[in-house]
């Protein structure tokens, strides 16, 4: 207690309520339910209502779940923080809307393999999946190279990758790799290193002794070239991180383009960070970025192929189109979040939460991103992880479907969210860059 206000204490990623006992009808929603959905993302579930509920994390259609079953019946869901536990202020949820039941579950967003560590090293060429970063403690990936209004090359990534607040856009320099897996990782090898060491000659092991000197020896001098490798090439000039009307609706879209200005290595704006070798393990013909599919509503998407991405921390990994039904995600910086079923279950709302400095000042703040893309790993492990924000998701004829930005966890699975890819052209005002031949 405080004064006379209870407190609880909820830690992210933790949840209290029980997966359910059966699976969900393994099947699509009715049309109309779709449609109407959609159709109300805009105003009787847009930021207004939204804005009401400071524990909602996100919203989805999906089927009601009832005593822990799933039934039968299509219902918008409201993802809070925790159940059970309703804010001062807040008002209660409704319990239809627009003649759709609703249900509240718990969820968590997070703004986010094979082969990945090719995608941290330091490179002679630029390829799409490689780690950039605009300071020591920020790391993010390379999505695309695009072309803005000036006729100028860009790289394409997630605004909360190459700026460092909302505030405005600063002229960052950006990095590749990123300071804490070049310069810095090599550092806290050399700490661990040395701490080593110093056990080892406390204990006075000889043979561990001289075994660190020398790793110490050969870190030292990978430092001393790291340091003497020119990592800048790029200077940040426009982004966005809000909603973007384009073509009459409202689309979420986390993108910033920094312009080549400072480069003097080779762009291969069809490549991937990774190897070839590293897409056999799908059997899967080694793509190059062929062009980019435009999302325009719940019919635009073939939910039986698969997408790929190819993302600094993780490196390739393999998802699909959940068995859902849209979302809308609050980026608290990333806080809420919307999905569709199947075709629908791609086009929802997610808020990206807040996001401070080591200060605990806030730098980037709570932001509802509409019509989100949802991807869900195939396999064990998650589609994206953190540095994994600013990849490009493909498919295998290498077209490009979203730019990728974050995960939504709820208690029985882990989702990737992208903005639709031409949303995101359109709104920077860019076209993707394939190459001068």
Same mark, same amino acid.
């Given at each position: 207690?405080? /004064?006379?206000?209870?407190?609880?204490? =909820?830690? *992210?990623?933790?949840?209290?309520?029980?997966?359910?006992?059966?699976?969900?009808?393994?099947?699509?929603?009715?049309?109309?339910?779709?449609?109407?959905?959609d159709? =109300? $993302?805009?105003?009787?579930? &847009?930021? @207004?209502?939204? %804005?009401?509920?400071?524990?909602?994390?996100a919203?989805s259609?999906?089927?009601? =779940?009832?005593d822990? !079953?799933?039934?039968?019946?299509?219902?918008?869901?409201?993802?809070?923080?925790r159940?059970?536990?309703?804010?001062? &202020?807040?008002?209660?949820?409704?319990?239809?809307?627009?003649?759709?039941?609703?249900?509240?579950?718990? +969820?968590?967003? !997070?703004?986010?393999?094979?082969?990945? /560590?090719? *995608?941290?090293?330091?490179?002679?060429?630029?390829?799409?999946?490689?780690?950039?970063?605009?300071?020591?403690?920020?790391?993010?990936?390379?999505?695309?190279?695009v072309?803005?209004?000036?006729?100028?090359?860009?790289?394409? #990534?997630?605004?909360?990758?190459?700026? %460092?607040n909302? @505030?405005?856009?600063?002229?960052?320099?950006?990095?590749?790799?990123?300071?804490?897996?070049?310069?810095?990782?090599?550092?806290?090898?050399?700490?661990?290193?040395?701490?080593n $060491?110093?056990?080892a000659?406390?204990?006075?092991?000889?043979?561990?002794?001289?075994?660190?000197?020398?790793?110490?020896?050969? $870190? /030292?001098?990978?430092?001393?070239?790291?340091? /003497? !490798?020119?990592?800048?090439?790029?200077?940040?000039?426009?982004g966005?991180?809000?909603? *973007?009307?384009?073509?009459?609706?409202?689309?979420?879209?986390?993108?910033?383009?920094?312009?080549?200005?400072?480069?003097?290595?080779?762009?291969?704006p069809k490549?991937f960070?990774?190897?070839?070798?590293?897409?056999?393990?799908?059997?899967?013909?080694?793509?190059?970025?062929?062009? #980019?599919?435009?999302?325009?509503?719940?019919?635009?998407?073939?939910?039986?192929?698969?997408?790929?991405?190819?993302?600094?921390?993780?490196? $390739?990994?393999?998802?699909?189109?959940?068995?859902?039904? &849209?979302?809308?995600?609050? *980026?608290?910086?990333?806080?809420?979040?919307?999905?569709?079923?199947?075709? =629908?279950?791609?086009?929802?709302?997610?808020?990206?939460?807040?996001?401070?400095?080591?200060?605990?000042?806030?730098?980037?703040?709570?932001?509802?991103?509409?019509?989100?893309?949802?991807?869900?790993?195939?396999?064990? +492990?998650?589609?994206?992880?953190?540095?994994? #924000?600013?990849?490009?998701?493909?498919?295998?004829?290498?077209?490009?479907?979203?730019?990728?930005?974050?995960?939504?966890?709820?208690?029985?699975?882990?989702?990737?969210? &992208?903005?639709?890819?031409?949303?995101?052209?359109?709104?920077?005002n860019?076209?993707?860059?394939?190459?001068?031949?």
């Open positions: 207690m405080i /004064e006379n206000f209870p407190v609880t204490y =909820i830690e *992210c990623g933790t949840f209290s309520e029980k997966i359910p006992r059966n699976i969900p009808p393994q099947k699509s929603f009715p049309l109309d339910i779709k449609e109407k959905f159709s =109300i $993302l805009d105003d009787q579930i &847009g930021i @207004n209502f939204r %804005s009401k509920y400071c524990n909602l994390i919203i259609l999906d089927w009601k =779940i009832v822990r !079953e799933y039934k039968n019946k299509p219902a918008i869901v409201f993802y809070v923080i159940k059970g536990i309703i804010p001062i &202020g807040d008002d209660l949820l409704p319990e239809t809307i627009y003649g759709i039941d609703t249900d509240v579950r718990e +969820g968590f967003y !997070e703004p986010t393999g094979i082969a990945y /560590e090719y *995608c941290q090293e330091y490179s002679a060429y630029l390829a799409s999946g490689y780690s950039i970063g605009i300071c020591n403690f920020r790391a993010g990936t390379l999505g695309a190279f072309k803005n209004s000036n006729d100028k090359i860009c790289l394409l #990534s997630n605004y909360h990758v190459l700026n %460092s909302d @505030n405005r856009i600063i002229e960052h320099i950006v990095k590749q790799p990123a300071y804490m897996d070049h310069v810095g990782a090599i550092e806290e090898k050399i700490k661990e290193t040395k701490k $060491l110093a056990r000659i406390d204990d006075n092991n000889n043979r561990e002794k001289d075994r660190k000197s020398k790793e110490k020896k050969l $870190l /030292e001098d990978k430092l001393k070239d790291a340091n /003497e !490798e020119v990592t800048e090439f790029a200077r940040v000039i426009d966005k991180r809000e909603n *973007c009307y384009i073509g009459g609706k409202f689309y979420g879209v986390d993108a910033a383009i920094a312009s080549l200005e400072l480069i003097d290595r080779d762009v291969k490549e960070a990774i190897p070839d070798f590293a897409f056999e393990k799908y059997s899967l013909p080694v793509p190059q970025i062929s062009g #980019s599919i435009s999302i325009k509503d719940i019919k635009s998407f073939d939910t039986d192929n698969n997408i790929f991405k190819v993302g600094r921390t993780t490196g $390739l990994t393999k998802g699909c189109i959940p068995e859902l039904s &849209g979302i809308d995600i609050s *980026c608290d910086p990333m806080r809420n979040l919307w999905v569709y079923k199947r075709q =629908i279950r791609n086009l929802g709302i997610v808020q990206m939460k807040e996001i401070n400095d080591l200060e605990g000042r806030a730098i980037f703040q709570s932001r509802w991103l509409s019509r989100q893309i949802l991807v869900k790993q195939i396999d064990t +492990g998650s589609f994206m992880d953190e540095g994994d #924000s600013g990849c490009i998701w493909f498919n295998k004829e290498g077209m490009i479907i979203a730019l990728g930005h974050g995960v939504f966890q709820n208690n029985n699975s882990v989702i990737a969210i &992208g903005s639709p890819i031409n949303a995101v052209l359109k709104a920077l860019v076209e993707l860059y394939l190459g001068d031949n």
